[in-house]
């Protein structure tokens, strides 16, 4: 397990999306019920409608399946992270929102099910990796692999990891090698850094070179549509620059 992985869920709380989401919030204001053509958002991806990212995702299946734990925090501060549009780009993802999973039924019915074989995506001196998960996780026809991953700062992850005791109690995967994160906005996060679309987007990788995803290159569209989101982010930003803002 790379120690550089310590911090990999911070991106998401390294505030460069921060201030675009919190702009279009600002913008959207559904209180007084009248939105222009130009701040109307979309529904689907949440996003300003001349910002809708939906065109560039073409979601796709894994064997895998992703369970992603939003924060109750995270979630009500930014309605447009990673998060959820990884849970556009994968056709067999959920994203649960909370900040106590312990009793939570879903989560528990599908850690419990015997057809899983259930990890949590988060690093730790035990964390396994792809490389050395072994044939009976990689290659068994009964289970299949469940990764939860937490969204959230760092600080919220680790509460959320702290007060949830079923997923604190799951065996961690983590990468088995470093990354950096592609967030070019303002505030640069450490190198190390990775949002959570990266960071499935980096399993998968990790996950097919193991043999055990055959995506053909379809876990790109994580990738595209992160770095649409990271060019408005800094148009945005270079916008806000120009007005002196
Ligand atoms: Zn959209």
Redesign the pocket.
């Known amino acids: 397990m790379p120690p550089e992985w310590v911090s990999a869920m911070r991106a998401e709380s390294c505030s460069c999306n921060f201030q675009v989401n919190g702009f279009m919030v600002k913008k959207t204001d559904l209180s007084k019920g009248v939105q222009s053509e130009n701040r109307a958002e979309?529904y689907?991806?949440r996003?300003a409608k001349k910002n809708?990212?939906?065109d560039s995702i073409k979601p796709f299946s894994t064997k895998m399946r992703f369970v992603i734990l939003m924060h109750a925090k995270e979630a009500r501060r930014q309605k447009t992270g990673t998060a959820r549009l990884a849970k556009l780009c994968l056709k067999n993802a959920e994203l649960l929102i909370g900040t106590d999973f312990t009793r939570n039924e879903r989560v528990n019915s599908l850690i419990q099910d015997p057809s899983y074989n259930p990890f949590v995506l988060y690093p730790g001196p035990k964390a396994v990796s792809f490389k050395t998960l072994g044939d009976d996780a990689l290659k068994s026809e009964e289970k299949t692999l469940l990764i939860f991953v937490i969204d959230g700062t760092w600080a919220c992850a680790k509460r959320l990891l702290g007060k949830s005791q079923n997923i604190r109690a799951l065996p961690r995967i983590s990468f088995s090698r470093s990354y950096i994160s592609q967030f070019t906005i303002k505030k640069q996060p450490k190198e190390h850094c990775v949002s959570t679309i990266e960071a499935i987007r980096y399993l998968c990788e990790e996950a097919e070179e193991a043999g055990y995803e055959k995506l053909n290159a379809q876990s790109e569209t994580l990738m595209v549509v992160f770095k649409k989101m990271v060019d408005t982010q800094i148009n945005y930003q270079k916008g806000k620059a120009r007005r002196g803002g």
Do not use: A, F, H, Y
Request: proline share 0%; net charge positive.
């Open positions: 979309c689907v991806c996003r809708c990212l939906c």
